[in-house]
C-alpha cells in the first residue's frame, strides 16, 4: 500500500513510527509464520501486536 506514496511523504510516516521504519511485508508475514507454527500450539488467548512499538504509547525503541 506505501509503495504508491512519494518518498518524501513515506518518509515523514516512517518517521513517526517509535522503531523508525514503517513495516514491510516480510515484518507482518514473519508474526503470521510464528502464529501458524506448529510449535506454538500451547499459545492461546494472546493478542501479538505487530506495530513497531505504537502499543507502547508513544515510547520510541
Avoid at 515484518?27 to 501486536?49: E, R, S, V
Wanted: negative net charge; glycine residues 12%.
Amino acid at each position: 500500500m506505501t509503495h504508491t506514496m512519494p518518498e518524501d511523504q513515506y518518509a515523514a510516516a516512517a518517521a513517526l513510527e517509535p522503531s523508525g521504519a514503517a513495516a514491510s511485508p516480510a515484518d507482518i508475514a514473519n508474526a503470521i509464520a510464528f502464529l501458524a507454527a506448529p510449535t506454538t500450539h500451547f499459545i492461546t488467548g494472546q493478542t501479538l501486536f505487530v506495530d513497531g512499538g505504537k502499543s507502547l504509547g508513544g515510547l520510541g525503541i
